[in-house]
């Protein structure tokens, strides 16, 4: 690809049709040209991580640094009618108390959204109305974090109480009877709605032997990141605001910070260090603007650090929501329309809000396309806690409902559920009824067969009715689809500069966010291949808002795809500059020479020419004609490509306790050429404990009078831990998509999507009765038990 932007089509289909299967990662190194692609490199953070050197925001400390504490409501709707700080203001060690009379009148949302962002601007940094049980009402910082601690406390507020919206069915309704039990002004408590409809669901359904319809409610889970949110603001000697934040989008950051605390963007610089994890609940602006109120208020550094009760409540959740699917089929199994319905919760405040039910719709066409297809989606605002983007950004409640009622199709016609997907799934060359992408690549079939082969799925399937009297045995599967990036929803570019140093090492500075998930190894990778330079040497900094070229984040599956594509274009223009100069110097021809294993080299015989650090030191301190070698450039989207895959789980079911028992889950992912196979195999394991929990422990329950979390900790709120975790086979199939620089796709979400509804799957194979609704704890599934023992 080089410096071309590839145009999907103008691509010949001869370079998509390659496949390779990958069985648990282990791909034969030898068998690619690659010095540095799809090899398994040892992550840069790994050793500092493991031996604990690895500098988080709570480890940097700061002469005269002050500790921030947040007053939260304990209303889940009211007006404040006073607030008492005076007593929080005498204790010794307090220096500045806020409340939302001390704030910029400024009003944002608090999303990493792209600019201009049209999602509501429905938050200030402090209000005089609060929304939810766990909203902000004031603020403290003081000289240690127990005087903070004692002076919350000290505060006294005052409330006006309004009727709380505890319920999504109802939040419309209750506006309705009630005006004072709406949520943000002029909304009636609907953030958002729209309706699509392709070709003519009357016609559809004519067409149909069969309509199925069913309906799915999806729980309120939270990220649950080991690091919880935590932000640090102080001056520079200069007088700008500096923001140390934990966050997947620093760019973003520093713009809505800008805008929250009415300052120039210009007088912000956003730094992002180690980051204990996202999975999306760090793309929106939390806690950043009352930390840096704060700092401005007390000219002193500040540090705001959530306890893990704070951060689950207080910072963003999964939407949760309720899934209505009807669908026509044939006789032989051909789908003639599908029409889905969905109710969102975004909780107390937009954030990404309707977004997220956007990206459902962009997504329910693609993996089952048909020419009659309706989409009608709804977010109501509540009282609940504020709902935004995670892992997958809304397909993975979209997926549990879709690959489920798929199954459900496949019972109520008695045939395999493999079979009814084969005979509808997309194919290789499909575009999309908007002309958005096309499909470039697909390994969705071979995804499909190699879990049927792997899992014995024709004999276990079949068998599992038969399975012992208590303990029942299941066998389920799921398929997805997810995009690489946000094209063309939002024009998104990516930046990447290159410093070629005078020993032929690299210094790569980028505008996407580490966040834990190994994107800085990989970008590393692209470098160092493109250099012909041991991956080693090169030094990788990110992400510093005043140095680090300009990048939307780390969101969307995005980094590889968009950053690396940058990344890729300034490795090529140094090498490119390091090659014509060298043939210069030599008088060698530029085009016959090329880079590897620290070697500038002829191409057609492999013989070495000069050491590339010799090379660029010659370039460097060349006494006539000096050449500095260093280039920022930046890609833009032209394509998004899908990546594709499927999900096998075995599961044993205990019919007298309702408890399920993941026995072993096979992953098999098309998602592109796999740049680091080590890294893509950790990310699929962590996705499947992802999809685990969500299937078959996590929700937060809130008290459906008072609108309090009730399970605001890791004792009460059940993560799986190693001991939960099952048999993992990690399954590569590589496709080769065009439009990218080596062939990748998106991975990072994927890994996430369809492991829920596998599951769920399994346990419907296992017992025989229907769940459309997640968790599936021991009392769900017991339930489910008891009713078809009533039944009979």
Not at 777 to 782: A, K
């Amino acid at each position: 690809m080089h410096e071309k932007d590839s145009n999907p089509a103008n691509v010949g289909l001869k370079e998509k049709s390659r496949l390779e299967i990958v069985v648990n990662a282990s791909k034969d190194e030898s068998k690619t040209e690659y010095q540095h692609i799809g090899k398994k490199r040892v992550r840069f953070d790994a050793k500092p991580k493991v031996t604990g050197k690895a500098k988080y925001i709570a480890d940097i400390k700061m002469d005269g640094m002050l500790y921030g504490k947040i007053v939260w409501s304990t209303k889940a709707h009211a007006n404040i009618k006073s607030i008492q700080t005076d007593l929080a203001e005498k204790l010794p060690g307090v220096h500045a108390v806020l409340t939302w009379k001390d704030v910029p009148r400024k009003q944002y949302c608090q999303a990493g959204h792209p600019y201009p962002d049209d999602s509501p601007q429905d938050q200030y940094i402090l209000d005089k109305k609060v929304r939810f049980v766990g909203d902000y009402v004031a603020a403290v910082a003081a000289e240690t974090p127990e005087i903070a601690e004692q002076a919350v406390k000290l505060i006294k507020v005052d409330y006006e109480e309004l009727p709380a919206v505890l319920s999504m069915e109802t939040a419309r309704d209750m506006f309705a009877q009630n005006s004072s039990a709406e949520i943000h002004a002029g909304t009636g408590n609907l953030q958002e709605d729209h309706f699509i409809e392709i070709g003519s669901m009357e016609k559809g359904f004519a067409e149909a032997d069969m309509i199925v319809e069913d309906e799915f409610k999806l729980p309120i889970v939270q990220h649950c990141p080991i690091e919880t949110h935590i932000s640090k603001a102080y001056f520079e000697d200069t007088g700008r605001l500096v923001v140390h934040s934990a966050t997947q989008v620093p760019f973003h950051l520093r713009r809505i910070l800008s805008q929250a605390l009415d300052l120039p963007i210009g007088d912000i610089r956003v730094l992002k260090t180690y980051v204990g994890g996202g999975f999306g609940s760090k793309e929106d602006v939390t806690l950043e603007p009352i930390t840096a109120m704060l700092a401005i208020k007390t000219k002193r550094p500040v540090q705001l650090e959530f306890t893990r009760e704070e951060n689950m409540v207080s910072t963003v959740t999964r939407h949760s929501a309720i899934i209505k699917l009807k669908t026509g089929v044939t006789k032989a199994g051909k789908i003639t329309a599908r029409g889905m319905e969905i109710l969102s919760n975004t909780g107390a405040y937009a954030a990404h809000g309707h977004c997220v039910v956007w990206n459902m719709s962009s997504h329910f066409p693609t993996l089952y396309p048909v020419e009659n297809l309706s989409f009608k989606g709804e977010t109501v605002y509540t009282n609940m806690p504020v709902a935004s983007a995670m892992r997958s950004y809304g397909i993975s409640q979209l997926n549990f409902a879709m690959e489920s009622h798929m199954d459900n199709i496949a019972r109520q016609m008695n045939v395999d559920p493999i079979e009814l997907r084969l005979n509808n799934v997309v194919k290789l060359g499909h575009k999309d009824p908007s002309v958005i992408y096309t499909i470039d690549s697909c390994g969705i079939e071979e995804c499909i067969n190699s879990g049927k082969n792997m899992s014995d799925w024709k004999k276990r399937h079949e068998e599992s009715a038969e399975s012992g009297e208590v303990i029942k045995k299941g066998l389920g599967m799921a398929c997805f689809s997810y995009q690489s990036n946000t094209y063309p929803f939002n024009e998104e570019i990516a930046g990447a500069r290159i410093k070629l140093n005078e020993d032929g090492s690299a210094t790569l500075f980028i505008g996407a966010a580490e966040i834990g998930q190994g994107s800085d190894t990989v970008m590393a990778q692209i470098a160092a291949e493109e250099l012909g330079i041991a991956y080693e040497r090169v030094k990788v900094i990110a992400v510093d808002t005043d140095i680090c070229p300009f990048d939307f984040g780390a969101y969307a599956s995005r980094q590889t795809n968009m950053t690396g594509a940058a990344v890729h274009k300034a490795a090529v223009k140094c090498r490119d500059a390091l090659l014509n100069y060298t043939a210069e110097l030599m008088e060698l021809d530029a085009a016959s020479l090329m880079v590897r294993d620290g070697w500038i080299l002829e191409k057609d015989n492999g013989k070495q020419v000069i050491e590339i650090k010799e090379a660029a030191m010659n370039a460097y301190y060349n006494h006539d004609n000096p050449l500095a070698i260093s280039h920022e450039v930046y890609h833009k989207a032209t394509n998004n490509p899908m990546a594709f895959g499927a999900v096998f789980a075995d599961v044993e079911v205990d019919s007298i306790t309702g408890r399920v028992n993941l026995k072993k889950v096979w992953a098999i992912h098309d998602s592109g050429t796999i740049i680091n196979h080590k890294q893509a195999e950790g990310q699929v394991e962590g996705g499947v404990s992802m999809g685990l929990a969500y299937a078959l422990s996590e929700q937060m329950l809130i008290d459906p009078k008072s609108g309090r979390v009730l399970n605001d900790n890791l004792l009460d709120y059940k993560v799986p831990t190693m001991m939960d975790m099952p048999e993992i086979d990690v399954v590569f199939v590589e496709t080769v998509e065009p439009s990218t620089a080596y062939g990748h796709k998106s991975l990072g979400e994927p890994a996430v999507i369809s492991v829920a509804p596998a599951i769920r799957n399994a346990v419907v194979n296992a017992l025989d009765i229907e769940y459309n609704e997640i968790p599936l704890t021991p009392q769900r599934v017991f339930e489910g038990l008891v009713k078809t023992w009533e039944a009979k």
